[in-house]
């Protein structure tokens, strides 16, 4: 009996402390059922998202807004060049890294540097049109001592603008990954070296997107495709430790015909949890409307 209660106590002790975007959510049998999870929707239908106490709510799901609310922040990023924000505090959990051009192709590359030498996490993205589907994705920095380092991949000829913001009063993309990470249902999981697609309809404009695991490393392929084959923004993520360090992302998706598919680039002992749901929904979007030329 000594021994019961001491091995109780000491399990009790050394049980991990969980913040919320780090939660590991239920999953989503339906993906039709969550479809106003993250949409304003039309009066009478509450928004889902709760941001940290002490903070005024976003005004707009739009992930764009972070360049209004932090306007005078962005840096150009000309090709072939690389530009780093520290934070030391470990106050600073979650960061929203957005990033866009004037139409060009995009091609950048995400560092997330714990320490002088140790790169957490890595992410590599190519979007074929950076206006009409930038990159916004939220990054965890648990533990303080972190810095994120943007590079552009591409050639001189291919500058983009990014945005860092760590204030989640202005990075509105924070409150729904905690939202997402705490209500979301239970996601798709996905063995390693599996393939997962998730189509959605028209009038899905943006569609968002988490991964974790259950504190193995992750490493996967994000591709959003408009037709067979034909890839219009990719992602790859690789994350030492997919429990603190989860990946999420909110894609633009215009027109018809889209599809996410998710890639596990593990080995089979490596499985992932995705989370694919819409963010907005253009509720004025008629099923009975023509599409031509792939958008409406």
Known sequence: MFFSTRFSIIAALLAPTVTAFYTTAPRIENVKSSSVLFSTGPPGIPQVGTPPPGTPPPKSNDPMLVWDL??????????????????????????????????RPLNAKIDLWHGPDYVATST?????????????????????????????????????????????????LIPFAQDLAETGG???????????SFPFPANVESVAIMMNTDGRNLKCHLELLQGPNNNKQEVEYYASDGYKRPFFTVINSPGSGNVVRITNQNTVEFPLTAWVVPHVINNEFSPYDPVVGGAR
Do not use: C, H
């Open 70 to 103: 932090s306007a005078g922040k962005e840096q150009m990023l000309q090709g072939n060049s690389l530009k780093t924000w520290s934070y030391p505090s470990p106050q600073v959990e979650q960061v929203q890294v957005s990033m866009k051009t004037d139409g």
């Open 124 to 172: 590599k993205v190519y979007t074929e049109d950076g206006f009409l589907r930038p990159y916004n994705g939220v990054q965890a920095t648990p533990k303080g001592m972190n810095t994120v380092g943007l590079y552009n991949t591409g050639n001189a000829e291919f500058p983009y603008s990014s945005m860092i913001e760590a204030d989640p009063s202005k990075a509105n």
């Open 186 to 196: 239970p996601g798709t999981l996905i063995q390693g070296g599996a393939i997962q």
